[in-house]
Nanobody, 127 residues
Framework: QVQLVESGGGLVQAGGSLRLSCAASGRTFSSYAMGWFRQAPGKEREFVAA???????YYADSVKGRFTISRENAKNTVYLAMKSLKPEDTAVYYC?????????????????????WGQGTQVTVSS
């Protein structure tokens, strides 16, 4: 199973920016999709963004135009660049990998699509 380690969370004012990183273990990173999810206190985990092995991207409506997911296969890393942050973006952000389905060509919007998860990184946006 892939090991995932997130970093880059923190406290930021509304309107600010942050970039999250997620480093994956193993040698097959380029073959599978990666995703970001978040969970706010008292709420269910929700989809934020995903990127397929070949660069296709998917976003939740709530973050379109503000967040950008990207991957750097040479570093086994996926990024989530967040701008124009809002207090409602406050949550623990989790990185996820669909390493069990290399070269999968479907879309990604659900947590069930991903089998490996990181421990999460806190993002707090103050008003």
């Amino acid at each position: 199973q892939v090991q995932l380690v997130e970093s880059g969370g923190g406290l930021v004012q509304a309107g600010g920016s942050l970039r999250l990183s997620c480093a994956a273990s193993g040698r097959t990173f380029s073959s599978y999709a990666m995703g970001w999810f978040r969970q706010a206190p008292g709420k269910e985990r929700e989809f934020v963004a995903a990127i397929s092995w070949n660069g296709g991207t998917y976003y939740a409506d709530s973050v379109k135009g503000r967040f950008t997911i990207s991957r750097e296969n040479a570093k086994n890393t996926v990024y989530l660049a967040m701008k124009s942050l809002k207090p409602e973006d406050t949550a623990v952000y989790y990185c996820a990998a669909d390493s069990a389905r290399p070269w999968y060509s479907g879309s990604y919007y659900y947590s069930a699509d991903f089998g490996s998860w990181g421990q999460g990184t806190q993002v707090t946006v103050s008003s």
